[in-house]
């Protein structure tokens, strides 16, 4: 039997993209399974999504943020039994033709999850402002401290899990700013994580969710977070969970 | 500030309040607009504050037992204390009904794509046999 892959595609408001992105999605691999998580957008998301035909679309009630829109994903996927997951922005910022560069690495068991990083290569094209960059080596020097892996693009939201991070993950999954936290939670609970390079476009619309004040506020509450959670005991049960698998 | 008269008064108003806030919390707790689980620290303090304002030696009494030199700032102390109680309380339930309302809203999703599938399956099978 074929393994199933499903692209978990978390998107807000980004009518102007998505039907490339979906397209996209399907031109390079027909078998992929397509889901849109439509985290209640004000626009016409939802619409544009549907309309394509290919992807299933999943539309939140109302805007519950990016780590409880991703993480319906992995419920979905949970309960449909797949083999493999990508996490894909919505917003066209993740290139297609780097999906099987991460489901490569997953399939291969030489990981339980793959991050796409944007500057673990020298080529670095991606240049963060300089306070940006100190947040982004924060966070690698705290995650690799804690974790024992090196993690160095905590933010990054391209990446590949396995049927084991999948089940994990639908039952755990941090809310607002989750990205650095998924890594250590991960990390906390022995999944094997590995690390590789991927480019990335520049935004074609909107702007980052964090800039202003939330940049303190996300430094903070991620900061707390992560503490947090390398604190808290250790969720997975590593034998239960492969005999249950 | 020693004119038995006035300080009289006070206490009347100490009085009226904490056995108005009291009895004002009961009547919402049976009406039902706050559920006896979230009303019990509410009563537990106005049932505080009431003795407090009758007895007057139980403010003394209580001010000398943590330290407190002038007894009316124990009253602020309880005050602080009860109304830190209650907020830290509204921010565990809080942060329980934003779990549930993320758990329901994710369903509610899944729920919806699952109907729109067998809808479209049985208006397709529909088609099919007729």
């Not at chain 1, 998107?11 to 979906?22: G, K, L, Q």
């Not at chain 1, 892996?149 to 999948?166: E, L, P, W």
């Amino acid at each position: 039997m074929a393994l199933k892959i499903l692209i978990i595609i978390p998107a807000f408001n980004e009518e102007h993209i998505i039907t490339n992105v979906i397209t996209n999605l399907h031109k390079k691999n027909s078998k992929w399974k397509l889901l849109v998580i439509n985290d209640g957008s004000t626009d016409k998301t939802k619409e544009f999504a549907e309309s394509t035909g290919l992807a299933k679309v999943i539309n939140l009630p109302f805007q519950v943020g990016i780590g409880s829109c991703v993480q319906t994903g992995f419920i979905y996927a949970t309960n449909n039994n797949f083999d493999y997951a990508i996490q894909f922005d919505g917003d066209g910022q993740h290139r297609v033709c780097e999906i099987e560069k991460l489901l490569a690495n997953v399939e291969s068991g030489k990981a339980d999850v793959v991050n796409g990083s944007r500057f673990c290569n020298k080529n670095k094209k991606y240049k963060p402002t300089f306070l940006r960059s100190i947040g982004i080596k924060i966070f690698e020097i705290l995650n690799s401290i804690l974790i024992k892996q090196k993690i160095t693009d905590n933010t990054s939201g391209f990446r590949a899990y396995n049927k084991k991070a999948i089940y994990f993950l639908s039952e755990n999954y941090p809310t607002d700013y989750p990205e650095p936290e998924v890594i250590i939670l991960l990390g906390r609970n022995g999944f094997k994580i590995k690390e590789i390079f991927v480019d990335m476009n520049q935004r074609s619309g909107g702007t980052s969710s964090i800039h202003g004040f939330y940049s303190i506020y996300y430094m903070v509450k991620v900061f707390l977070s992560i503490i947090l959670t390398f604190i808290r005991p250790r969720i997975y049960n590593k034998k239960q969970t492969e005999e249950n698998v | 500030m020693n004119d038995p008269i006035i300080q009289n008064r006070i206490q009347y108003i100490a009085i009226i309040c904490s056995i108005g806030l009291l009895f004002f919390i009961f009547e919402l707790t049976r009406r039902k607009k706050i559920r006896e689980q979230y009303s019990l620290l509410w009563l537990f303090f106005s049932i505080i504050f009431v003795v407090l304002s009758i007895w007057r030696n139980g403010l003394d009494a209580f001010a000398k037992l943590v330290g407190i030199i002038y007894a009316p700032s124990a009253l602020f102390l309880i005050l602080v204390l009860a109304i830190f109680l209650i907020l830290i309380q509204f921010s565990i339930i809080i942060s329980r009904l934003t779990e549930e309302n993320k758990k329901l809203s994710q369903e509610i999703g899944l729920l919806k794509l699952e109907i729109n599938e067998i809808k479209n399956n049985s208006t397709h099978s529909g088609s099919i046999n007729s």
